[in-house]
């Protein structure tokens, strides 16, 4: 009775969390063995899908949650990466009137990055507001950015750059791929330095009767892009085919490029769906026989059904990865370099020689599989660095197999797809220490080989550096649905490395009755 318990109740993450009543009076024992696995990098050749489907996470359930990648970040093991950001823009409405003698003052692009909850707060009750020369108080409040990367490289100086795309980049539901760079005007529209890697909100008051004048109350970074281009492909264009449907306007004005122009610093998250494109524009207004030009604004729609999509470039010359990410599925490799944003998975498989030795255990002594987990160590002697390791929730792991045709299937775990929200597939050890390991769960997927019988020649897991995105009740979407095209992280783990005590390992622990 006290097997057959060991038997159903399989998919505990630990030993101690199965009940007392399996251990009971000595009725059964607990033993934990190692056994070696097959790991090896999966190259996925630098790319990923990252068109607005992915950028934005427009899943089945209707969430419209975004994210995005700007930056670049060189170092020695992985090289360089660098990160861009595309976007087309459309009118608030067709045909619109921008008045008499219409003329452009400026022009500015929104950026909003995700910063974290530190500010610091600077108040100028001398301000003079430049619209009008109003007395003002100005209140700035300055949060430093979530980065990934050399955030202090340069005093934390990123410079953001704004080109015209040249290249029509069709509509929101064609896929595309993070190779693709638009083809871009040359000339930039406009840049902004990211001084310190901090970015601020603003807030002017009149000091008259404290009335608000200008008002930027989420941390953003303000680009000003070159006024006269605007004058011409929009305020001059008023009343004419270029401006009067979707179809024709993404044609005319096809899109903006968002770059760096460094070359190593940091990478950085930011909200593609709270980016803005205002332009202010002054035109002549007539009340009783007086004519003034007030400031007005124009606003451009630049989220929901526009085409988005980010381009990534990888530099790996004389990158410590050429060494060792050889892909190897017959002995596996030495060390793991897993990446977000397209680069390297991790390739995991069951050793046949160690499932036959399991088999032979369960056949002999009757030893019930009672917890299985993939242990993995990160390389203590090549990621030795200030760089933040990855939590139990940046992974995903799946499970790939083969059917009857040859065709390549992708799954849930055994154990996810068994116990759904309850389980927890992965548990992270001394993240803030060197080195860190993790905890893969894979006790079905192990018990389904040894005790029922499955096969396994053509299965192994695949392991990402992202997380399983949320629909819009909090539960996964799906196995398909990850972070992966916009995650900034990346490591080196040890792999299939005899020498190496952190060897990657199939920790099995499993229950023998006395």
């Given amino acids: 009775m006290v097997l057959g318990g060991v038997l159903v109740y399989n998919c505990e993450p630990e030993p101690d969390s199965l009940g007392e009543q399996l251990f009971l009076n000595g009725a059964a024992e607990g033993n934990e063995t ?14 990923i899908r990252t068109d607005a489907f992915k950028l934005l996470d427009i899943i089945s359930s209707g969430s419209t949650s ?15 990466q660098k990160a861009s950001y595309f976007t087309q823009v459309r009118l608030a409405a067709n045909n619109p009137d921008f008045g008499t003698n219409a003329v452009v003052d400026s022009v500015v692009l929104v950026l909003k990055p995700i910063v974290s909850d530190s500010l610091t707060t600077t108040t100028d009750e001398s301000y003079v507001f430049p619209n009008g020369n109003v007395d003002a108080k100005k209140v700035v409040n300055t949060y430093p950015i979530k980065k990934y990367g050399k955030a202090k490289l ?7 750059q704004v080109n015209e795309v040249t290249e029509f980049m069709n509509g929101l539901n064609d ?59 929009i305020i ?15 044609r005319h004005f096809k899109g903006l490029k968002v770059s760096v122009v460094e070359e190593d610093g940091y990478l950085f998250q930011f909200t593609p769906n709270d980016m803005q494109l205002i332009m202010y524009y002054k035109n002549d207004k007539v009340e009783n026989g007086v004519t003034t030009r007030p400031q007005t604004t124009y606003e451009f729609a630049i989220k929901g059904s526009n085409m988005h999509s980010a381009y990534y470039e990888y530099d790996r010359t004389n990158a410590i990865i050429n060494d060792y990410a050889n892909g190897n599925t017959t002995t596996g490799d030495l060390k793991l370099y897993a990446q977000g944003m397209g680069g390297n998975s991790i390739g995991i498989k069951f050793k046949q020689e160690e499932i036959a030795k399991l088999k032979k255990l369960y056949q002999d002594d009757k030893a019930a599989i009672i917890t299985a987990k993939i242990r993995i160590y990160t390389d203590e002697a090549t990621w030795s660095t200030p760089y933040a390791k990855p939590t139990a929730s940046d992974f995903t792991i799946v499970q790939k197999d083969k059917d009857a045709s040859g065709k390549e299937t992708t799954a849930f775990t055994a154990d996810y797809t068994s116990l759904g929200a309850l389980f927890i597939p992965v548990r992270a050890y001394n993240t803030d220490k060197n080195p860190a390991y993790y905890d893969f769960t894979v006790t079905q997927s192990l018990k389904d080989i040894v005790e029922s019988g499955a096969d396994y020649t053509n299965k192994y897991f695949k392991i990402n550096l992202a997380q399983f995105a949320p629909n819009s009740s909090g539960t996964v979407a799906g196995y398909n649905y990850t972070t992966r095209a916009f995650s900034m992280l990346r490591t080196v783990f040890v792999g299939s490395d005899p020498s190496n005590q952190n060897k990657i390992q199939l920790k099995v622990t499993y229950g023998t009755k006395k």
């Fill in 236 to 250: 001059d264009k008023k009343g004419q085919p270029e401006l009067s449907d979707v179809s024709n306007f993404i």
């Fill in 34 to 47: 190692s056994y070696d696995l097959i790991a090896y990098n999966i190259d996925n050749n630098d790319t």
């Fill in 66 to 80: 975004s994210t995005a990648v700007l930056g670049a970040f060189n170092e020695k093991q992985f090289g360089k």
């Fill in 154 to 160: 340069n005093g934390g100086k990123l410079t953001l």
């Fill in 175 to 233: 896929i595309v791929y993070s190779n693709k760079n638009f083809g871009t005007n040359t000339t930039a529209l406009g840049s902004k330095e990211i001084k310190n890697g901090s970015v601020s909100s603003v807030i002017i008051t009149k000091d008259s009767d404290n009335t608000e004048l200008f008002t930027a109350s989420a941390p953003s970074v303000r680009i000003p892009l070159t006024a006269s281009v605007f004058q011409t492909k």
